[in-house]
């Protein structure tokens, strides 16, 4: 397994951004694919976004496609959620997640994640 710790997360106001980082330790960083995850009170976890190992590819939920982007920098062992005109319903904990295949990934199936930041978004 890799480490893997979020931060960025905070209270925004609707229509806001915010930049969530994930640092990943332990292992290779760059034989994980990575995504985002994000749980409110009371629901299921919802996928976001995922990013293959290079980072040639991304993959979206249909919820978030247009206001967030996942990149990542293999240099820095770091992937990012780059999160614009918020919304109140993007309020929950987000979490990052890792696994060697993409594929699991994007079906919930991973063999990383992180404890998770806070984002509210108020309206």
């Known amino acids: 397994q890799v480490r893997l710790v979020e931060s960025g997360g905070g209270l925004m106001q609707a229509g806001g951004y915010l930049r969530l980082s994930c640092a990943a330790s332990?292992?290779?960083?760059?034989?994980?694919?990575m995504g985002w995850f994000r749980q409110a009170p009371g629901k299921e976890r919802e996928f976001l976004a995922a990013?293959?190992?290079?980072?040639?590819?991304?993959y979206y939920a249909d919820s978030v496609k247009g206001r967030f982007t996942i990149s990542r920098d293999n240099a820095k062992n770091t992937v990012y959620l780059q999160m614009n005109s918020l919304k109140p319903e993007d309020t929950a904990t987000y979490y990052c997640?890792?696994?060697?295949?993409?594929?699991?990934?994007?079906?919930?199936?991973?063999?990383?994640w992180g404890q998770g930041t806070q984002v509210t978004v108020s309206s």
């Open positions: 990013i293959t190992r290079s980072g040639s590819n991304t």
């Open positions: 332990g292992r290779t960083f760059s034989y994980y694919a």
């Open positions: 997640v890792a696994d060697t295949h993409i594929d699991r990934l994007r079906n919930n199936i991973y063999d990383s």
